[in-house]
Nanobody, 120 residues
Framework: QVQLVESGGGLVQAGGSLRLSCAASGRTSSNYAMGWFRQAPGKEREFVSA????????RYADSVKGRFTVSRDNAKNTVYLQMNSLKLEDTAVYYCAAGNSVATIGHGYWGQGTQVTVAS
């Protein structure tokens, strides 16, 4: 089992920045890919970004490319999401996920979510 705990959410003005963190514990000896999904009110949960254990494979949703950056520190079992130039439509609950590959992180473990609210 892997436990994921997100932090760093909050309220930010449009155009501002936030950095989310997700700390993994438990069976972290496996080389899991990690990443982020988000769910806005009334919408389906959607993929945001993912990074392989090595860091060599990274993916982003088109809606966040050029604004968000995913990274990880394996020594700390932590993945980060740096969010810049935030838009109103980035408002959502952001969930950390871990899985066997970048393509399948949505089929593994989930965190409890952290709220990001972008205000005008």
């Amino acid at each position: 089992q892997v436990q994921l705990v997100e932090s760093g959410g909050g309220l930010v003005q449009a155009g501002g920045s936030l950095r989310l963190s997700c700390a993994a514990s438990g069976r972290t000896s496996s080389n899991y890919a990690m990443g982020w999904f988000r769910q806005a009110p009334g919408k389906e949960r959607e993929f945001v970004s993912a990074i392989s254990w090595s860091g060599f494979s990274i993916r982003y949703a088109d809606s966040v490319k050029g604004r968000f950056t995913v990274s990880r520190d394996n020594a700390k079992n932590t993945v980060y999401l740096q969010m810049n130039s935030l838009k109103l439509e980035d408002t959502a609950v952001y969930y950390c996920a871990a899985g066997n590959s970048v393509a399948t992180i949505g089929h593994g473990y989930w965190g409890q979510g952290t709220q990001v609210t972008v205000a005008s």
